[in-house]
Every structure is written in structure tokens, then in C-alpha cells.
């Protein structure tokens, strides 16, 4: 059966895919500078070697046999998958891969070196580099695909979707948050004239932050006997199924930045190791795209991390484990739900975060067009920092361009998931308030199971064997729909 060829060569690749994800996050944890040269040939030639498995001529005619055989809902699903990933990846050849990875390999790790001193003069060519084999790729992809170069390369994190629907829901978004802002600027300044801002006493050493974070992890469901927490420049989720790796950055004079890009990560964590063990190497098996994820790492974050009844069984852990003695569940409500314009994407509030991602839409978009030429990127870049929240970064590239490991590492088409899967997070929220009896008070109790349970017969068992919006559809009841993120919005920053 040529569904059996289909079925053993997945499992290769995924072979070849578990030895690259762990390559890349023993990169980003442990690897010494000295290391970097070796590291990008090898993570080069592991690319090139698996595109060519999964490139090769044959399985088209395998893909076609597969088609016409006899199989079930799940292995019609698994060939359906596996014929738009072929596609995809039939866009590029194996030489083309190789160099792509070598050259994102080595612009990353300048990045880091480069980022902390403000170094965008010695940045710029590596990063120039980056953005002409981007433009290559999107126009390789193009051809084939029959879309736009920019939705060529969306269409590698989010299936489905398409620049111009997300250009039309950001403008709406935009609308909305230009007068929303302010009104939650100003409701807070009120609330802040009865319960003024309270200074938690640091420092928090990293070991008992990281102490408190495994806690809360683990009593959110993760598994850390197929996962753990490292340290790295950027906060991120990566390994696979059976062995996540997340990680996170710590600063000593306050504790709760780190501990939500923890939960942040475990949602990520949560979504891969509740993926369907058995036939793992399936592509209709793996995460649908990033929206989705970036769905599930909000949801944890956004929709239960941080309400109220979330800090009555957190708060006693971080009184226990950092000394918060004194620290009610209003003050800390008061941090975690602090709106404030600032120049970090990644330490936003969920108010002001998605102008973060529309600016880096915006200008992704004009760079893959050519439109936009990679040394003016800082220019634009404070151009629309200023219409948006007000902030000049002119000058200062680490918090302004230099910021993010997306580009760096050649992921341009990926920062709209990240806006798309806030909308989503809202939306599955307000589903598990309708059918999970009680949810807010199960959180209150420590006790995830309920919603969890929800979360793993609607999106985590799906996997990719239906499309995002129909995931959506069936989850939910209705397709994307904003109006649940404006409504949450609403409700906690104007309530």
C-alpha cells in the first residue's frame, strides 16, 4: 500500500525533526559561543537531508496511490496533510534549505551577541542577508502556492489564512484600541487613586522564582516527565511532543514578568503534549499552526493566569516560596492587569500588545515586497512606534528593531498568529464558561482538570485534522469571531 510508504517515511522525519528541534534548543539553552560555526553546519545539513526525504519525486505517485486505496476517516485525514506539506516543501529545493538554515543559524547568534550593545551598524548585513533569502523563499513559494509572496510565508505558521483578512481584522482591532486605550488608561488611574500601585520588596532570587514557577506549571497540568524549564535570551517552547522544552528570563527586582512567560510557555507546552501520542508522525497529527498554539499559550496566560480567582490558590505558593507576606490579591491584580504603553513586545499587556504585532505586520509585509529596504527598518519602525503608542525608538534598536528572534531567524508571516490567537483565546474561554459548570471556581481551587478536559476533547485531540476555522467552528460554535476579545477586554479593564 503506498499509504504504508506514506506512514514510514513520517516516521523518519519525524526522527530527523526530533534531532533538529533538540539541536536548535540546546542552542538557544546551552551551547558556548565557540559552538556556533559547527552547530549552523550541522542544523544546515540535518534540513537539507530531511527536505530531500521529503521532497523526493516518488512520493508524489505515492500521495496519488494513497488517495484511491481504501483507508479510514484518520489516515484520509494524515494523506490530505501530508499532500499540502509536500507541496509546501516542494517549493524549495534541499540547497536552497541549507543555506537558508546556515544563514538564520548565524544571524541569530550575532543577534544575541549584538542586541545587548545596541549594535545595529554591525547587525545590518547579516540581517540584509536574512530578508533577500526571505524574498526568495516567499517568491519560490509564491509561484507554486499561487499566492501572494507574503501569504506564501503565512501560510507556512497558519494554514488558511490570508494577508488581506488579517489586514481587515487588525484595521478593526486598531479602531477599536485607539479609543479603548485611553479609556483603560483612565480607569486605571482611578482605581489607582483608591489602591495606589504597591512596590513588591525584592530581590527574588532566580532559583525560588524558578521554584514558584515549577509549582504552578505542574498544577496546571504540564508533565515534566516529558518536559523542563531552562534559560534563554528568549522565552519559548520548543522539543517535542514527548520531551518540551520550555524556557523562560529572569530578573531579580521583579518576579512576575518571568512567571507569566512561564504559564505563557506552558500553554504552548500543554497543547504539544496533549497532541495524540499514538500516531505522532502524522502531519495530521502535529499542531494546527501557530494561531492555534498561540491560542493555547494566551488561553493559559490571558484567560486563566490572570483573573482573580486564579491568585487565590496561586498567591499562598508565592507568599510561601517569595515572601509575599503582605501582598493581597488586589495588588497583585494591579500588576497583572496594568495597561502601560512600552517599547516590549513580549512584556506588553494584552491591551497594548496588538499594535505591537500590527506594526510588525505592517512592516514584515513591506519587506517581503521589496517595499521596504532592511536599513530603513528602524526609521519606519519609530515612525509607527509613535503613531501607535506614542514611544520613539529612534536610536534605540535593542528595544526597537532588534527586539524580537523572528526576524533573525528568517520567521517573517509569523507575528500575526500571535494577535489572531489572543481573539481565539477569548472566544475558547467564553465556550468553557458555557460548558464547564463552574470553571472559575475550579481555578480558584487549583483544580484545571475540568477546563483542561474541555480543552483536550475540542482542540488539543483535533490536532490538524480539520482547518483552523473549522476547529473553531466546531469548538465554539461559530468562526472567529473578534467580538469575544473586545468583550474580555472590556470586562477587565473597564469593569
Not at 543555506?99 to 548585513?125: G, H, T
Amino acid at each position: 500500500m503506498s499509504f504504508a510508504e506514506l506512514d514510514h517515511l513520517c516516521r523518519r522525519l519525524e526522527a530527523l525533526g526530533h534531532a533538529q528541534a533538540m539541536l536548535g534548543v540546546d542552542e538557544a539553552v546551552n551551547m558556548p559561543d565557540g559552538g556556533a560555526e559547527k552547530r549552523a553546519e550541522a542544523m544546515s545539513v540535518l534540513a537539507s537531508m530531511a527536505h530531500e526525504m521529503a521532497t523526493a519525486p516518488h512520493i508524489a505517485d505515492w500521495i496519488d496511490k494513497a488517495e484511491t486505496e481504501d483507508l479510514d476517516a484518520a489516515q484520509r485525514a494524515a494523506v490530505v496533510e501530508f499532500k499540502r506539506s509536500y507541496i509546501n516543501r516542494t517549493c524549495l529545493s534541499s540547497d536552497f534549505v541549507a543555506r537558508q538554515v546556515n544563514a538564520a543559524m548565524r544571524c541569530e547568534q550575532l543577534w544575541r551577541q549584538l542586541r545587548a550593545k545596541n549594535d545595529w551598524k554591525d547587525f545590518l548585513p547579516s540581517f540584509e542577508n536574512i530578508v533577500l533569502l526571505a524574498q526568495e523563499e516567499a517568491a519560490r513559494r509564491a509561484d507554486v502556492l499561487k499566492l501572494s509572496p507574503y501569504d506564501a510565508l503565512v501560510e507556512q505558521y497558519d494554514p488558511g489564512s490570508r494577508s488581506a483578512e488579517i489586514a481587515r481584522v487588525f484595521a478593526d482591532l486598531k479602531g477599536f484600541l485607539k479609543t479603548f486605550i485611553p479609556e483603560a488608561l483612565e480607569a486605571q488611574a482611578r482605581r489607582r487613586e483608591r489602591l495606589p500601585l504597591k512596590a513588591f520588596a525584592g530581590p527574588f532570587p532566580i532559583e525560588r522564582q524558578k521554584a514558584l514557577g515549577l509549582e504552578l506549571m505542574k498544577a496546571v497540568g504540564f508533565n515534566f516527565h516529558h518536559g523542563r524549564l531552562d534559560i534563554s535570551h528568549h522565552p519559548f517552547c520548543g522539543g517535542v511532543p514527548s520531551d518540551v522544552r520550555m524556557t523562560t528570563r529572569y530578573r531579580t527586582d521583579e518576579f512576575l514578568s518571568s512567571l507569566m512567560g512561564m504559564l505563557h510557555e506552558t500553554g504552548h507546552g500543554l497543547y504539544e503534549q496533549n497532541l495524540p501520542h499514538d500516531l505522532s508522525h502524522w502531519p495530521s497529527m502535529k499542531a494546527r499552526g501557530m494561531a492555534m498554539h498561540e491560542s493555547q499559550s494566551l488561553f493559559q496566560e490571558m484567560q486563566l493566569s490572570r483573573r482573580p480567582e486564579f491568585w487565590e490558590f496561586a498567591l499562598p505558593k508565592a507568599r510561601d516560596i517569595l515572601g509575599l507576606n503582605d501582598v493581597t490579591i488586589e495588588d497583585l491584580l494591579a500588576h497583572v492587569h496594568r495597561v502601560e504603553r512600552g517599547f516590549i513586545r513580549v512584556d506588553a499587556d494584552e491591551a497594548t500588545y496588538p499594535l505591537h504585532v500590527i506594526l510588525r505586520f505592517e512592516l514584515e509585509q513591506e519587506l517581503v515586497t521589496g517595499k521596504l529596504a532592511a536599513s530603513d527598518v528602524p526609521e519606519a519602525w519609530d515612525a509607527k512606534m509613535q503613531e501607535y503608542l506614542g514611544l520613539s525608538t529612534a536610536g534605540n534598536f535593542r528595544d526597537g528593531p532588534m527586539q524580537d528572534v523572528h526576524w533573525p531567524s528568517g520567521a517573517f508571516g509569523y507575528f500575526p498568529s500571535y494577535t489572531l490567537g489572543a481573539m481565539m483565546a477569548a472566544q475558547q474561554w467564553a465556550a468553557v464558561e458555557r460548558s464547564v459548570p463552574g470553571a472559575a471556581g475550579q481555578i480558584a481551587k487549583g483544580d484545571f482538570s475540568g477546563i483542561n478536559a474541555w480543552r483536550n476533547a475540542n482542540i488539543w485531540s483535533k490536532a490538524s485534522m480539520f482547518s483552523t476555522p473549522e476547529i473553531m467552528r466546531q469548538a465554539t460554535g461559530e468562526p472567529l469571531n473578534a467580538k469575544y476579545f473586545e468583550q474580555h477586554l472590556r470586562a477587565r479593564y473597564l469593569g
